[in-house]
């Protein structure tokens, strides 16, 4: 993993899903199908790579069975922004089985792919193989078409331009 450094590197003060309480928001159900490189099988529905966030280099995977955009609380501890507190607690299924809760996310991200810049609200969750997971939420704002046997991926901006 790419941890970037800069001004906030490690102050590791990014609220996550451990010990979660009780604020009395909905719950809003979500889904990750892989969490760490040892899920990544061989031929698979996921493109990998790396992709600049905020100018910090990032592995990213890109996800087609993920409902949501995700982003390791590791590395958002490094950048220079801050998360929002969304209006509902969002319960992620892991591909285990299990589930991680959060409320914190990260509006309008800048991400630089191939140098044009495209935005992405990215939830924070303890990813440990991948700095940022980008879900249907993204790849359907972007019109992505991913070609599972060559690993590559094309994504259509609002002004036409295919990437």
């Keep these: 993993m790419t941890a970037p450094t800069g001004p906030a590197s490690g102050s590791g003060s990014v609220p996550g899903p451990s010990q979660w309480r009780d604020t009395g928001k909905g719950i809003v159900k979500g889904r990750v199908f892989i969490l760490t490189q040892t899920e990544v099988p ?4 996921v493109v990998g790579g790396t992709i600049y966030v905020y100018g910090f280099s990032a592995r ?7 409902s949501h955009s995700f982003i390791a609380s590791r590395f958002a ?10 209006p509902y607690v969002l ?9 991680m809760r959060t409320d914190s996310v990260y509006r309008g991200c800048e991400i630089s ?16 193989d991948f700095d ?10 972007y019109r992505a078409y ?13 002004d036409g331009t295919t990437i």
């Design 77 to 86: 501890s490094c950048l220079n922004v801050f998360p929002d507190c969304m």
């Design 60 to 66: 990213v995977l890109m996800d087609s069975g993920a």
């Design 132 to 141: 940022v997971i980008l879900g249907m939420d993204w790849l359907s704002a």
């Design 146 to 158: 991913m070609d599972c046997y060559n690993k590559t991926v094309d994504f259509c901006l609002p």
């Design 113 to 128: 792919m191939a140098g044009v810049p495209v935005y992405a609200d990215l939830i924070v969750l303890p990813i440990h």
């Design 91 to 99: 319960d992620v299924r892991t591909p285990t089985g299990g589930s």
């Design 42 to 45: 061989e031929s698979t529905s």
